[in-house]
T-cell receptor, first 112, second 114 residues
Framework: RKEVEQDPGPFNVPEGATVAFNCTYS??????FFWYRQDCRKEPKLLMS???SGNEDGRFTAQLNRASQYISLLIRDSKLSDSATYLC?????????????FGKGTKLSVIP | EADIYQTPRYLVIGTGKKITLECSQT?????MYWYQQDPGMELHLIHY???????EKGDLSSESTVSRIRTEHFPLTLESARPSHTSQYLC?????????????FGPGTRLTVT
């Protein structure tokens, strides 16, 4: 079983739509969670961290459910520029080191 | 904006050649990483460093080696390239003081071994 699993998509949605991505992780000791965005043939960039209480940044809302080991990302009022692959990232730290584990990503295409 | 650079951006090379992929960052970050990513697949950590003279292997086995003689420089070397090494290699850096576990990625090197 993969450590971080995401629906690969693609999600093809019209402009203005609301779209939600889900992610599950297998290591219950994971401590921090993030969503990164990766444009085609580009490097990943941090989109937002995910806090236990859930957090919002403009049109983006991230939520964490530790009991179910589940993370979500909601994008409201989709823009063409939101088209990208969204990577779920989980951090585990211990014994003086830490490691990020990346999901395979969910591809989003926003259509005019 | 992150200041992390990788050269070359694209490299096509024959089997058996020795290659070095360069990665430099000007942010003074103490932690640096190398990831490998095949098209449509997830990133896999192959090497990391927590500071000068510190290097560790990541969760994906790799025939490459790395060195960290200077804080800003983290080159990756393949002694004898093979077609199975064809992939994208992404370098990243982070610093706990400036952003909790946020990693800044370079633009990547697309390596093709013929």
């Amino acid at each position: 079983r993969k450590e971080v699993e995401q629906d690969p998509g693609p999600f093809n949605v019209p402009e203005g739509a609301t779209v939600a991505f889900n992610c599950t992780y297998s290591n219950s000791a994971s401590q921090s969670f993030f969503w990164y965005r990766q444009d085609c043939r580009k490097e990943p960039k941090l989109l937002m961290s995910v806090y236990s209480s859930g957090n919002e940044d403009g049109r983006f809302t991230a939520q964490l459910n530790r009991a179910s080991q589940y993370i979500s990302l909601l994008i409201r009022d989709s823009k063409l520029s939101d088209s990208a692959t969204y990577l779920c990232v989980v951090l585990y730290s211990g014994a003086g080191s830490y490691q990020l584990t990346f999901g395979k990503g969910t591809k989003l295409s926003v259509i005019p | 904006e992150a200041d992390i650079y990788q050269t070359p951006r694209y490299l096509v090379i024959g089997t058996g050649k020795k290659i070095t992929l360069e990665c430099s960052q000007t942010m003074g970050h103490d932690k640096m990483y190398w990831y490998q990513q095949d098209p449509g697949m997830e990133l896999h950590l192959i090497h990391y460093s927590y500071g000068v003279n510190s290097t560790e292997k990541g969760d994906l086995s790799s025939e490459s080696t790395v060195s960290r003689i200077r804080t800003e420089h983290f080159p990756l070397t393949l002694e004898s390239a093979r077609p199975s090494h064809t992939s994208q290699y992404l370098c990243a850096s982070s610093d706990l003081r400036t952003g909790p576990y946020e990693q800044y990625f370079g633009p990547g090197t697309r390596l093709t071994v013929t």
